[in-house]
C-alpha cells in the first residue's frame, strides 16, 4: 500500500507527464511501470519534465541495470530503484518509492547519513560485506545483514553533486558461512578423535563399496595402516579374507545399504590368527538432500561374548534362569500373533525378567498381550518382531513409543522352532540418554546462539579488541573500534609487522611475545603509539590504555594474545592542556582574589555609609516635619493663609525628602543581608486591592484609568505581607510617574507552571531595549531629560527585584518605546 503523498495522478494530469515519462522510464519491468505511474510532481524532485539530464539519465541506467541498483536524490534523499533490488527491501516495497531513504530507513540513518555525506561531496564510497540491521519485514523487528556495495556520486550539469548511485549486493550467507567455517573444522577434528577413539569397528564406504575412510579400532583388527585398505573394495579387505564365503555375502550386503537398505546381521569372522569372532555387523545408508545414497557406514560390534553367554543360556535352563533373573536390562519372550492374512497384529508375553518391570512400566505383563496392556500402541511394533520370527534374523534397534512415553534400544532374536513363533528381546529403557540428547541439542543451539550474540558484541563493542595468534601474531579478529583506531586497514590473516609496519621499534612485538611465552597479562596505561590513522598518511602521536592477554586453550597451552584497550589521546590531550592551563591560571585567580576582597571590603564600606547617612539625616527631618505640623495646628500662634501653604510646601518637600531617604536605608539593608523575612500564605486579590487604595489618589489626580482584571480570589502565595505591599506599591507608583494624563494602568494576575504571576501595564513612555536590565540597578533613571520632571532615587525597582528574589520570586519587564511596561511579578504558589 502506498503512502497517500504519492497517490495515483488522475486522468488528465496522466496524459500530460506520460510523454516525459515514457522517456525517462522506458522498459516492461515493474518499477519502470511503477515510475511512469507515479506522482513525481508530489515529491521535492518535481515534475519529470522539468528534471535535469543527469537525473534522467540516472534514472534510466538504474531501471536498466540487471544488479540490485538504488538511485537517491537531492539534499531530501528521495529514492528511486529498479526491480532487482526490491527483493532486498521486503514489505517495504513499493512504499520506498519516491520517499525520503531516512523515513523508508530510519533505522539505519546514522548508517546512511555519513556516506552520503561523503558521496555529495564528490567521494565514490565502497563497502565490503558491510552489516546492516534492518527492518525489512516492517513490523519492528531487526535482522542482521551484510552488503556489499558502492556509491557513486551523479553530478549535475551546472556542477555540484546531485544524487547518489548505489549498487548492492547482499552477502549475508557467504558471511555466516566464513564465520561458521571454523567451527566446523573444530567439530571435525572433535569428531575424528570419536571416531578414532571408540571401541567399535566403523568406517565410511562409497556406494560402490570403495573404502574411503576407517577408524583405528578396525585397523588394529587386522593389523594393517589406514593407507594399506583406503581405496580398495570393502570385501576384499583383510577383514574378511580369512573368512570363506565372507566376500560374497558382503558384496551383496553393501549392494543392498546402495539401494537405500539398512543392513545389519551378525557374521563368524576370523582373525589373522585364525581365532574367530562373532560381530553385531551392519551397514548404514547416508543420504544426501535428493534422498539419493552418497556413502554407507560399516559398523562392527564385537558381540562374542554375548553369543557365547546365549548358547550357555539355552544349554542350561538353570544357568539360563539365573541370567535372565540377574540381567539389568529388560528381557522378555513374547509369541507372535497373525491375522490370516499372516501380518503380525499383536503378540503375547510369554517370559519377563524382573527387570522388564523397571524397564517398561508394565506390571503383570505374562500372559497378557500388548495391546491389553497398552492400548493403541504403534503397528511398527508388531511389523519387527513379526519380520524377527518369520526370517528369524536377529535386529536391533533403537525406536520410540509414544503412548508409553518411552525409548528403548532393543535386541530381537527368535527363540525355538519357527513355527512358534517366538520372539526373544532383550531392551533397555534409553529414554533418560534420549533426552539428554535433545537437551544437548537444545544447548548446542543455544551455544549457537550465544556465540552469535557474543560475536556481535565484539564486532560493536566501544572499546578496541583484536585477537593474535601463534608465534608471529597473525591478526585473526578484529573489531570495529580497532579498524577505526588504526585507519580500516586490511588486518586479518596478517601478522602485526606487516599489518601496522609504523609500530616497529615501539616495543609492542616484544610486549606480546612476553605475555605469549610466560603467560603473563600486561596493563599499559596511556601508552604512546605512532599510528597511521589513514592509509598513506604519516604516522601520528596517540594514546592508548590497553590489557594484553594470553588466549589459553583447553589443554592449558597458550596459542595468542588478545589486545583489550581505549583511545585515550583526547583525554591525555585535554589533561596536558588544563594542567598548562591551571599553572599559567594560579598567579591570575591570586589577583583576582585579592581584587574581589578589595571590592567586597569597598561595597561593606559604601553600604555603612549609606546606613549611617540614613539615620542620621531622618532624624532632623522628623524634627522639621514635627514643628511644622506644631505651626499649621496654631500652637505657636495664628497662622495666616499664606503662611500655612508654605507650611504645606515644607511638609511635602519633608515627606518626600524622608521618602527619597527611606529607599537608600531600605536599599542599604538589602546589600548588607540585614532583611528579614516573614513568610505566610496571602491571597493576591487582597494584597492587590491593598496596594491600589494606596495608589488610586495619585492615579485620579493626573488623570489615570486604574484598572484591575478579574483575580482568582483562591489564588495563594506564599510572601512576606509587609514586602509583597511594598514591592506592589512601587510598581503602581512607577506606573502612575511614567504615564502621561489620560493614560491607563492594567493589573492583573494568573498561574504559570509552580507560580504565581502578577502584571502591571501601563500605557507610558516605555522602556528603550538597552535599558530592560539596568533598570533594576541601584540608582538609574530611564532617561536622563525625566530626572528633574520624574523626582526619585532610583533605587525602587532595585528594591523590588531584590525584595521579589528574597521571597523565592522575580521580577522582569517588557517594554516598548511610546506603547508602554509591563512589569511581571512572579510568586511562589502556597
Known amino acids: 500500500m502506498e503512502s497517500t503523498h504519492r497517490s495515483a495522478p488522475d486522468q488528465s494530469k496522466e496524459r500530460a507527464v506520460r510523454p516525459a515519462a515514457d522517456r525517462v522510464f522506458p522498459g516492461a519491468g515493474e518499477m519502470a511501470r511503477r515510475c511512469r505511474a507515479f506522482d513525481w510532481a508530489a515529491t521535492p524532485l518535481g ?60 533505522e539505519i540513518r546514522h548508517v546512511q547519513e555519513p556516506i552520503f555525506e561523503r558521496v555529495f ?148 569372522l576370523h582373525r589373522p590368527t585364525g581365532d574367530p569372532i562373532t560381530f553385531d555387523f551392519s551397514l548404514h545408508p547416508i543420504r544426501d538432500a535428493r534422498g539419493d545414497v552418497v556413502f554407507i557406514v560399516p559398523e562392527g560390534r564385537d558381540v562374542t561374548e554375548r553369543v557365547r553367554a546365549e548358547a550357555a543360556l539355552r544349554a542350561s535352563e538353570a544357568r539360563y534362569r539365573v541370567l535372565f533373573e540377574s540381567l539389568d536390562e529388560g528381557f522378555c519372550v513374547i509369541e507372535l500373533l497373525f491375522d490370516a492374512e499372516g501380518r503380525a497384529v499383536d503378540y503375547r508375553f510369554v517370559e519377563a525378567n524382573p527387570a522388564f518391570v523397571e524397564q517398561t512400566g508394565l506390571v503383570g505383563a505374562v500372559g497378557h498381550t500388548a495391546r491389553e496392556l497398552v492400548p493403541g500402541l504403534e503397528e511398527h511394533w508388531f511389523e519387527r518382531y513379526g519380520e524377527v520370527a518369520r526370517t528369524g534374523r536377529a535386529i536391533r534397534f533403537e525406536s520410540g513409543s509414544d503412548v508409553m512415553h518411552r525409548w528403548f534400544d532393543v535386541y530381537a532374536f527368535r527363540v525355538g522352532p519357527a513355527e ?102 600486561f596493563v599499559g596505561r596511556e601508552v604512546s603509539v605512532r599510528l597511521a590513522r589513514m592509509p598513506g598518511a604519516p604516522p601520528e602521536e596517540r594514546f592508548v590504555d590497553f590489557v594484553y592477554l594470553p588466549l589459553v586453550e583447553a589443554d592449558g597451552t597458550r596459542s595468542g594474545v588478545i589486545a583489550h584497550g581505549t583511545d585515550v589521546t583526547e583525554q591525555v590531550l585535554v589533561r596536558r592542556e588544563v594542567e598548562r592551563l591551571l599553572g599559567e591560571s594560579e598567579r591570575a585567580r591570586a589577583e583576582a582574589e585579592a581584587a574581589r576582597a578589595e571590592a567586597e571590603a569597598a561595597n561593606r564600606a559604601k553600604s555603612d555609609f ?13 524634627a522639621i516635619g514635627g514643628y511644622a505640623e506644631l505651626m499649621e495646628m496654631g500652637i505657636r500662634g495664628p497662622v495666616s493663609p499664606q503662611q500655612r501653604d508654605d507650611l ?160 523565592g520570586g522575580d521580577l522582569t519587564v517588557e517594554s516598548t518605546i511610546g506603547e508602554g511596561s509591563t512589569f511581571t511579578l512572579a510568586l511562589l504558589r502556597a
Open 648 to 807: 504645606r510646601r515644607i511638609q511635602t518637600s519633608q515627606r518626600h525628602l524622608l521618602g527619597l531617604i527611606n529607599e537608600v536605608l531600605n536599599y542599604a539593608k538589602l546589600e548588607t543581608g540585614t532583611v528579614q523575612y516573614d513568610l505566610a500564605d496571602l491571597r493576591v486579590h487582597e494584597s492587590l486591592v491593598a496596594a491600589e487604595a494606596l495608589v488610586a489618589p495619585q492615579a485620579r489626580a493626573k488623570g489615570l484609568a486604574l484598572r484591575q482584571r478579574p483575580c482568582d480570589p483562591e489564588l495563594v502565595v506564599r510572601a512576606d505581607p509587609e514586602k509583597l505591599r511594598q514591592v506592589l506599591v512601587n510598581l503602581l507608583s512607577n506606573a502612575v510617574k511614567f504615564t502621561d494624563a489620560g493614560g491607563m494602568i492594567e493589573v492583573s494576575c494568573g498561574v504559570e507552571n509552580a507560580r504565581a504571576l502578577v502584571r502591571v501595564r501601563d500605557t507610558g513612555i516605555g522602556i528603550p531595549p538597552d535599558k530592560l536590565e539596568a533598570i533594576f540597578d541601584p540608582f538609574v533613571q530611564v532617561r536622563a531629560d525625566l530626572t528633574r520632571s520624574q523626582e526619585g532615587t532610583g533605587l525602587g525597582l532595585a528594591i523590588s527585584r531584590d525584595l521579589a528574589r528574597g521571597m
Open 47 to 106: 515534475p519529470v519534465e522539468a528534471w535535469p539530464q543527469s537525473l534522467r539519465t540516472a534514472a534510466a541506467l538504474v531501471l536498466g541495470s540487471a544488479f540490485p541498483s538504488i538511485l537517491t536524490w537531492g539534499p531530501e534523499r528521495v529514492q528511486l530503484y529498479n526491480d532487482a533490488y526490491v527483493p532486498l527491501i521486503g514489505r517495504k516495497h513499493p512504499a520506498a518509492l519516491g520517499a525520503p531513504t531516512h523515513e523508508c530507513w530510519p
Open 420 to 521: 512358534e513363533r517366538k520372539v526373544a528381546l532383550l531392551f533397555k529403557d534409553v529414554s533418560a540418554a534420549k533426552a539428554a540428547e535433545r537437551e544437548r541439542d537444545r544447548l548446542v543451539h543455544a551455544l549457537e546462539v550465544e556465540r552469535a550474540r557474543l560475536a556481535y558484541v565484539f564486532r560493536q563493542a566501544p572499546t578496541f579488541l583484536a585477537v593474535l595468534r601463534g608465534p608471529d601474531h597473525v591478526f585473526e579478529l578484529v573489531n570495529d573500534a580497532y579498524h577505526q583506531l588504526v585507519g580500516y586497514r586490511d588486518l586479518v590473516g596478517r601478522p602485526v609487522r606487516d599489518a601496522l609496519p609504523e609500530v616497529r621499534g615501539q616495543g609492542f612485538e616484544a610486549l606480546l611475545d612476553g605475555v605469549l611465552e610466560d603467560g603473563a597479562p
Open 610 to 622: 549609606l546606613a549611617v547617612m540614613s539615620h542620621e539625616l531622618r532624624t532632623p527631618l522628623n
Open 121 to 268: 561531496r564528490g567521494e565514490s564510497v565502497h563497502l565490503a560485506d558491510a552489516p546492516y540491521r534492518l527492518d525489512r519485514a516492517g513490523d519492528g523487528a531487526l535482522e542482521e545483514a551484510f552488503f556489499t556495495a558502492s556509491f557513486v556520486p551523479v553530478p549535475l550539469e551546472g556542477g555540484g553533486v546531485g544524487g547518489s548511485l548505489s549498487t548492492l549486493v547482499e552477502t549475508t550467507a557467504q558471511v555466516r558461512a566464513r564465520s561458521h567455517e571454523a567451527d566446523r573444522a573444530r567439530l571435525a577434528e572433535r569428531l575424528r578423535a570419536v571416531y578414532d577413539g571408540t571401541y567399535e569397528y566403523i568406517g565410511l564406504l562409497a556406494p560402490d563399496g570403495t573404502v574411503l575412510d576407517c577408524n583405528r579400532a578396525s585397523l588394529e583388527f587386522v593389523g594393517n595402516t589406514r593407507e594399506s585398505v583406503v581405496g580398495q573394495p570393502f570385501w576384499e579387505t583383510p577383514w574378511f579374507r580369512y573368512t570363506p564365503g565372507a566376500a560374497e555375502l558382503l558384496r551383496r550386503s553393501v549392494a543392498r545399504a546402495a539401494a537405500g537398505e539398512f543392513v545389519r546381521y551378525e557374521a563368524t
